[in-house]
Antibody, heavy 119, light 108 residues
Framework: QVQLVESGGGVVQPGRSLRLSCAAS????????MHWVRQSPGKGLEWVAL????????YYADSVKGRFTISRDNSKNTLYLQMNSLRPEDTAVYYC????????????WGQGTLVTVSS | SYVLTQSPSVSVAPGQTARMTCGGD??????VHWYQQKSGQAPVLVVY???DRPSGIPERFSGSNSGNTATLTISRVEAGDEADYYC???????????FGTGTKVTVL
């Protein structure tokens, strides 16, 4: 059974950094594309980043490119999102999501972790 | 960047059919995926690749895609179907994943 559990959210001041984690079980993260998707309070869904199944390719939304870094630790079966130079508009619930074996969608989602950027 | 437009809300009585659309330039040439998000919960995939259903999703959920509009249809609506629904595509020109603005389905 696929399970994704995010952690690392909290309140952080603008300009500071935070690292989110997503512990996976029921499958191997190194075999699938893995994503981060966020949702600002009361707003819609926004794709943030993707790491390809082989880890060689990483893609980012324009809104976070140059500030956020997606990575994974295969030995821990865990996905990460390093967020630097945080802005108030980065305030959101951050979900990790598993891609399918083939296709461009989000097959399974975690429950999310809330990041609040505020002074 | 590619834009997906959804109607803000749909209201439907129990047992009736709810239809919601997702508009985009020549969206019929792309694969469209749909997610259900109930209040306070994570999204759940309900339709992928225009019209396929993941295991565990009732047959009442169906999708179609042609021209500039994709449609998600919920037949025999139940109270438990009340949620926000988002469409999503992959934009090959930018390697970005794009979500629609979302449709709130209210069961009367």
């Amino acid at each position: 059974q696929v399970q994704l559990v995010e952690s690392g959210g909290g309140v952080v001041q603008p300009g500071r950094s935070l690292r989110l984690s997503c512990a996976a079980s029921g499958f191997t993260v190194s075999s699938y594309g893995m994503h981060w998707v966020r949702q600002s309070p009361g707003k819609g869904l926004e794709w943030v980043a993707l790491i390809s199944y082989d880890g060689r390719s990483k893609y980012y939304a324009d809104s976070v490119k140059g500030r956020f870094t997606i990575s994974r630790d295969n030995s821990k079966n865990t996905l990460y999102l390093q967020m630097n130079s945080l802005r108030p508009e980065d305030t959101a619930v951050y979900y990790c999501a598993k891609g399918p074996g083939f296709g461009y969608y989000f097959e399974y989602w975690g429950q999310g972790t809330l990041v609040t950027v505020s002074s | 960047s590619y834009v997906l437009t959804q109607s803000p809300s749909v209201s439907v009585a129990p047992g009736q059919t709810a239809r919601m659309t997702c508009g985009g330039d020549n969206i019929g040439s792309k694969s469209v995926h749909w997610y259900q998000q109930k209040s306070g919960q994570a999204p759940v995939l309900v339709v992928y690749d225009d019209s396929d259903r993941p295991s565990g999703i009732p047959e009442r959920f169906s999708g179609s895609n042609s021209g500039n509009t994709a449609t998600l249809t919920i037949s025999r609506v139940e109270a438990g179907d009340e949620a926000d629904y988002y469409c999503q595509v992959w934009d090959s020109s930018s390697d970005h994943y794009v979500f629609g603005t979302g449709t709130k389905v209210t069961v009367l």
